[in-house]
């Protein structure tokens, strides 16, 4: 298949987090990927994890290195360095140590905010300080997050003061589970989705790097050329730090809030 897709949020950099465990599980995962029409790849493993386990000089190398070898097989696929970020009071801080990282060197950021039902005090705070560095922060897979799934309105908060939102293919087709794909088909009508993405983790199982199917879901709710865009033209921009146009959602009304939360 050659679609062109970019997939902004991926762990297929081997043995650092939860995703790939070796070099071997990592070229399958982008050799599926590149089946699939993903040319471009942003390598994002938890920051914590990063940290705790490489550092930052480490990683840079890491990259190098599997880019070496996935050339070296054959598999027309190119990383890039990111990191998925997770939500933290002093995660602008961070930023000069090199502890978070933006896409590619750009000015977005993908930040992951927990699954819990409340939101932290500080979020707002947090995304603020990024948007005053003049970043773009990209909120990770808002499906799984149970206090935006409970008040979707928090999300459309976020969007309409900069943010953008990054929803997971198998999210999209139920892979993951019917709750995850109920949540991201609402965020979907609502307009709050920019970006499609992998999260892919494994190359078995429902986490697998693939986008193109969570591109088909998504055209039977926004068209087949807002879905394909949100697969290759804006992701293509994040990487390239260009600007990301986007319709702020419209405000929702406390009626119809209070009846979501029923």
């Known amino acids: 298949m050659t679609a062109g897709f970019v997939d902004i949020h991926n762990h297929t950099l081997p043995a650092v987090d939860d995703g790939a465990g070796s070099i071997e599980d990592s ?4 050799s599926i990927a590149a089946e699939d029409g993903i ?37 027309p696929v190119r990383f890039l360095v990111g990191l998925e970020n997770h939500l933290e009071p002093d995660l602008t801080d961070k930023l000069d140590t090199g502890l978070a990282l933006t896409m590619n060197g750009s000015s977005y950021i993908l930040v992951e905010l927990p699954f819990s039902p409340i939101l932290p005090i500080f979020t707002d705070y947090v995304l603020s300080s990024l948007r005053l560095r003049g970043l773009t922060p990209i909120i990770a897979h808002p499906e799984r997050c149970d206090a935006l799934v409970g008040d979707p309105e928090l999300l459309a908060g976020m969007v309409r003061l900069g943010s953008l ?25 609502r307009g709050l989705v920019h970006v499609i993405a992998s999260d892919g983790h494994s190359h078995r199982g429902p986490r697998v790097p693939v986008i193109s199917d969570g591109v088909e879901a998504a055209a039977r709710i926004v068209g087949d050329e807002r879905a394909l865009g949100m697969a290759i033209a804006v992701p293509r921009a994040i990487v390239e730090g260009r600007p990301v146009e986007s319709e702020l959602p419209p405000t929702q009304s406390a009626k119809s809030r209070r009846f979501w939360r029923r």
Not at 44 to 61: I, R
Not at 165 to 187: C, D, H, I, M, N
């Open 27 to 30: 070229l399958a995962m982008a």
């Open 39 to 75: 040319e471009t790849v942003v390598l994002t493993p938890h920051s914590k994890d990063v940290a705790e386990s490489l550092g930052s000089g480490t990683f840079q190398e890491s990259v190098r290195q599997l880019q070496e070898a996935v050339t070296a097989a054959g598999v």
């Open 165 to 189: 939102a990054q929803v997971t293919s198998t999210s999209l087709t139920g892979r993951f589970g019917p709750e995850y794909r109920k949540a991201a088909e609402t965020f979907l009508e």
